[in-house]
């Protein structure tokens, strides 16, 4: 398989081509034949044009690139390995919603051959790939894994806005079904990975370490989380004490601030999700996402708090939210705990505007029933600064100072305006 692939005798292809798909076909697309699929004809139709959806990638990421885009089963039907690298998010109750990769598999078990590979990097607890992806490729294809087909996992690490960590730079975990498939796939992945691949004794090993990355990053926000709140009762700024915990050469430097997105909070709920399948109830994992969706509401009451005592009038007064995205300079508003803040400042009738240099505004309002404005005003009683964007920290006093009353609160919660705003009142985490 990996000499035929080198030799371009055979096709790899990558299903899914979002924020984790696309640049790891770009990649491959640069050593061998790659088919980019994905169910959406406008994306399809965009990246033949050399234009990245998900505004992550610049055109030149297109060029040089041996690679075609489609959406048609018959052309994937070419491939020989697979990399399956769509969504996996959870739904309003916080359980797994497995359809996504579950679809994919079927989109597999219908193009799949004898001989054939593949491997998923969707974000899943440990046992999914074995235990739910594998039977709906053998039922659909008639073939059975490890006799007729290899199966690999390995967990994406891709960084949405982070232009340092990309790819290559980035140690790939792989697994594999046996030990033939296992270095293979291991070679294949070498081709684009720089930094190199580790080796997992299994499937559910590499399942379980990708889970905990993120899980691991959870707790430790929530962390920072908690002791916000404990620090702003007592009158200290949160910032500052981290900033001289952090002169200690062990101390791990992690900051407030709402966690989002579709890796760090949502990961640990596919962890807890297993956990209490197999009869363990979660404690510490479950605490520490319990603080950190809380965090919204606790943000929007202190705004709320803040207006109450320097204007009185709630149904009048007016409040900014800069920034939509789920995190700093990327346009990817998915699972945004800015939308659930703003969700609380509007259940206390305030009047809400929301701005983003990045996010699109009929995005936002597909997703959460909001339009971003087109000006900003400059009689806002409150700002909330919510995502650390660089076009906002080149902002200064005089500009908060220009859009907002006397008695104005700019909320800071990533602290990037700490002993900078000296004309209104000033509260971060």
């Known amino acids: 398989m990996y000499q035929d692939l080198l030799d371009k005798k055979k096709k790899l292809a990558v299903i899914g081509l979002g924020y984790v798909g696309l640049p790891i076909a ?15 004809s406008k994306r399809v139709e965009m990246m033949r044009n050399g234009i990245d959806p998900s505004q992550e990638l610049e055109a030149a990421a297109f060029e040089g690139c041996d ?7 018959e052309v994937l039907k070419q491939a020989n390995f697979f990399i399956v690298a769509v969504p996996t998010p959870v739904d309003e109750h916080n359980v797994p919603d497995l359809i996504p990769v579950q679809r994919a598999s079927e989109t597999i078990g219908k193009v799949i051959k004898l001989g054939d590979y593949v491997v998923f990097e969707s974000t899943v607890y440990p046992g999914c790939t074995e235990e739910d992806c ?13 006799a007729d087909f290899k199966l690999g ?39 684009v990975v720089t930094a190199g691949v580790h080796r997992a004794s299994s499937i559910k090993v590499a399942e379980a370490a990708k889970i905990i990355e993120n899980t691991q990053r959870d707790l430790n926000i ?7 709140i404990i620090f702003d009762k007592m009158n200290i700024n949160t910032f500052e004490v981290l900033e001289a915990a952090g002169t200690k ?10 966690v989002g997105g579709h890796c760090i909070g949502v990961d640990p709920y596919y962890l807890t ?9 979660s404690q510490v994992i479950l605490a520490g996402r319990v603080i950190n969706d809380g965090m919204a509401g606790y943000v929007a009451k202190k705004v709320l708090q803040h207006i109450i005592q320097n204007n009185g009038n709630v149904k009048d007064a007016k409040v900014l939210v800069m920034g939509a995205t789920f995190k700093e300079n990327v346009s990817d508003i998915r699972n945004s705990k800015v939308a659930d803040v703003i969700k609380e400042l509007q259940s206390f009738s305030l009047n809400v505007h929301v701005t983003d240099p990045h996010a699109e505004s009929d995005e936002v309002k597909h997703e959460y029933g909001f339009d971003l404005v087109n000006e900003i005003g400059n009689d806002y009683d409150a700002v909330l600064v919510t995502v650390p964007h660089n076009a906002y920290k080149v902002l200064d006093d005089a500009y908060f100072a220009g859009i907002t009353k006397p008695k104005a609160l700019v909320a800071d919660l990533k602290g990037i305006y700490r002993n900078k705003i000296k004309s209104r009142f000033y509260w971060s985490l």
């Open 26 to 40: 770009l990649e491959f697309a640069r050593k061998i034949k790659v088919i980019g699929f994905d169910i959406n």
């Open 134 to 146: 594998v039977p709906i490729i053998e039922d659909l294809s008639g073939l059975k894994n490890i």
């Open 222 to 228: 929530a962390l920072m989380n908690e002791l916000s």
């Open 273 to 281: 999700y297993k956990s209490k399948e197999l009869g363990y109830d």
């Open 67 to 73: 690679i075609e885009f489609t959406n048609d089963l």
């Open 249 to 258: 050469w062990n101390f791990l430097k992690f900051q407030p601030g709402l």
């Open 153 to 191: 996992y390995s967990p994406e690490r891709i960084n949405p806005g982070d232009k340092e960590h990309t790819l290559a730079k980035i140690v790939k975990v792989v697994s594999g079904c046996d030990e033939e498939s296992l270095d293979t796939i291991a070679k294949v992945y070498e081709l």
